[in-house]
C-alpha cells in the first residue's frame, strides 16, 4: 500500500498509457550512470507494468490507482532514454529482446550482447535516443527453459528456426506493440531504428511511428554464431551484413 506521503514523492514520475484494451504504468525517469568504454554517461531509466484497466481507475490519481493492482512483477520490460529523447529532430531507438545468455553471461552463440552494448553506445554518440529492453522476448518469445532446449537441438544440427518450430512455436512470437506505446509516450517525432530486422521497422510502421532511417547493427562474429547469423538473413529475412570478416 502506498501512503499519501510517498504517493506526493513519486506522483509526477508515473504516467499511463493505453494497449490492446489494457493499462500500461510507466515509472520515470531514474537517473541511471552507466559506465560504457571508461566513461560515465547519464541515461535516465523507465520501467512499465502492464495490467487489465480496471473500473475504478481515475483520470489523475495515478499512484493510488496502483494500490489497486498487483505491481510486484520479478521481470518487466524497460527502456534507457538518452539526451532529450522527447524534442530533438533525429533521435534513435534500440528494441532489444532480452537474452539471458548473451547480455548476462556474454554468451558468443549470438550477438545479443555485443548488440545491447553497441546499441548504447551509438545511442550516446549520437546524443539522444531510446533503448528499450524487452523482457517477455527471451529466445525469440519462447522462454528461457524451451530455449535452452532449442539450444540443445541446435548442438545437433538444427539451425534457429527450425530449432524453435520443432518445439512447436512460431519461428519469431515477439510483439512490440507494448512497447510501441510506451516509445508514443515519450516521442511523438520521427525516430531511426538501431535494427537488422524488417519485422521491427514493419511493426513500428503499422502501428503509426514515423521511421525516417534504419541503422544497421552487426558484429561480434565468431566461429560460435557464424551460422546463427547466417540463418538470421537467409531464414528470417534480416538486412544483409555489411562486408565483415568473420572471425575463426
Ligand atoms: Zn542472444
Given at each position: ?18 494497449h490492446g ?72 531507438i534500440r528494441m532489444?529482446s ?34 528499450f529492453?524487452l523482457?517477455?522476448h527471451?529466445?525469440r518469445g ?30 519469431d512470437g515477439r510483439d512490440y506493440g507494448e512497447a510501441i506505446a510506451v516509445l508514443k ?6 525516430v531511426?531504428i538501431?535494427t537488422?530486422n524488417p519485422r521491427k521497422v514493419d511493426a513500428l510502421r503499422s502501428a503509426g511511428m514515423n521511421v525516417?532511417?534504419r ?22 529475412g ?11
Amino acid at each position: 500500500m502506498i501512503k499519501p506521503n510517498i504517493a506526493a514523492i513519486i506522483k509526477d514520475k508515473i504516467k499511463r498509457t493505453q494497449h490492446g484494451g489494457d493499462d500500461i504504468y510507466v515509472v520515470g525517469p531514474v537517473k541511471l550512470p552507466v559506465e560504457l568504454d571508461g566513461e560515465t554517461k547519464i541515461f535516465h531509466w523507465y520501467s512499465w507494468l502492464r495490467r487489465e484497466a480496471g473500473e475504478e481507475r481515475s483520470a489523475e490519481r495515478l499512484v493510488e490507482d496502483l494500490n489497486r493492482i498487483s505491481y510486484a512483477d520479478l521481470q518487466q520490460s524497460s527502456v534507457l532514454v538518452y539526451g532529450d529523447f522527447e524534442n530533438n529532430a533525429d533521435a534513435l531507438i534500440r528494441m532489444h529482446s532480452i537474452c539471458h545468455t548473451g547480455d548476462i553471461f556474454g554468451s558468443a552463440r549470438c550477438d545479443c550482447g555485443f548488440q545491447l552494448k553497441q546499441s548504447m553506445r551509438i545511442i550516446a554518440e549520437h546524443g539522444s535516443g531510446a533503448l528499450f529492453y524487452l523482457a517477455n522476448h527471451e529466445g525469440r518469445g519462447i522462454g528461457l527453459f524451451s530455449k535452452a532446449l532449442a539450444y540443445l537441438l541446435q548442438e545437433e544440427g538444427l539451425d534457429t528456426v527450425d530449432a524453435n518450430t520443432e518445439l512447436g512455436f512460431a519461428d519469431d512470437g515477439r510483439d512490440y506493440g507494448e512497447a510501441i506505446a510506451v516509445l508514443k509516450l515519450l516521442r511523438r517525432l520521427p525516430v531511426s531504428i538501431i535494427t537488422n530486422n524488417p519485422r521491427k521497422v514493419d511493426a513500428l510502421r503499422s502501428a503509426g511511428m514515423n521511421v525516417a532511417g534504419r541503422v544497421p547493427l552487426w558484429g561480434n562474429a565468431s566461429v560460435y554464431n557464424e551460422k546463427y547469423l547466417q540463418t538470421k538473413m537467409n531464414r528470417s529475412g534480416h538486412f544483409g551484413m555489411e562486408p565483415q570478416k568473420i572471425v575463426k
